[in-house]
T-cell receptor, first 113, second 112 residues
Framework: NAGVTQTPKFQVLKTGQSMTLQCAQDMNHNSMYWYRQDPGMGLRLIYYSASEGTTDKGEVPNGYNVSRLNKREFSLRLESAAPSQTSVYFC????????????FGDGTRLSIL | KNQVEQSPQSLIILEGKNCTLQCNYTVSPFSNLRWYKQDTGRGPVSLTIMTFSENTKSNGRYTATLDADTKQSSLHITASQLSDSASYICVVSADYGQNFVFGPGTRLSVLP
């Protein structure tokens, strides 16, 4: 039971570098999400995709872009990394009805030097 | 502003003891309230989901309560085990959409 798979698990970047975080789910969920988790704060939504072909901004979208490649995959791109983007990034997916849990991956720990 | 607060920030208990974690929210309109468990280095895992009409929901040794009038929820853990050491996150779903408001979590440590 893979659930939600995120790659890579760890990454160190220099300021100004770019990279893409990958996320894939095998539960046939329509909705997918990208969050960041910082110490002492709740998870904050970066972007979400309610269905294949659609994406919407969340609470903290600046500096990020996303692509919903197909129903399974939802990627997050940092075009020019900044130290403020050092965080743990979580991808999640959820089924169609409101009364279903979000399923999370195990996160990507990203450090920007 | 939609907000979820949790207390205490951290808690240490001995194995076998019970504990209760608190969640207060100011989220409108309210759809449902969720509790998640997050082990160190892992993603959150769902424990319970409650709508406004549900007062109590259990999942094994975990029992969540909801008072929609006072906008408070609690998570009670019975007969704690070492494996209960984790962060517990309260999440409120607003407006039946994709708006999930996360609390900062309570860090629970269970000692032998």
């Amino acid at each position: 039971n893979a659930g939600v798979t995120q790659t890579p698990k760890f990454q160190v970047l220099k300021t100004g570098q770019s990279m893409t975080l990958q996320c894939a789910q095998d539960m046939n969920h329509n909705s997918m999400y990208w969050y960041r988790q910082d110490p002492g704060m709740g998870l904050r939504l970066i972007y979400y995709s309610a269905s294949e072909g659609t994406t919407d901004k969340g609470e903290v979208p600046n500096g990020y872009n996303v692509s919903r490649l197909n129903k399974r995959e939802f990627s997050l791109r940092l075009e020019s990394a900044a130290p403020s983007q050092t965080s743990v990034y979580f991808c999640a997916s959820k089924g169609a009805t409101d009364y279903q849990p979000q399923h999370f991956g195990d996160g990507t720990r990203l450090s920007i030097l | 502003k939609n907000q979820v607060e949790q207390s205490p920030q951290s808690l240490i208990i001995l194995e076998g003891k019970n504990c209760t974690l608190q969640c207060n929210y100011t989220v409108s309109p309210f759809s449902n309230l969720r509790w998640y468990k997050q082990d160190t280095g892992r993603g959150p895992v769902s424990l319970t989901i409650m709508t406004f009409s549900e007062n109590t929901k259990s999942n094994g040794r975990y029992t969540a309560t909801l008072d929609a009038d006072t906008k408070q929820s609690s998570l009670h853990i019975t007969a704690s085990q070492l494996s209960d050491s984790a962060s517990y996150i309260c999440v409120v779903s607003a407006d039946y959409g994709q708006n999930f408001v996360f609390g900062p979590g309570t860090r629970l440590s269970v000692l032998p």
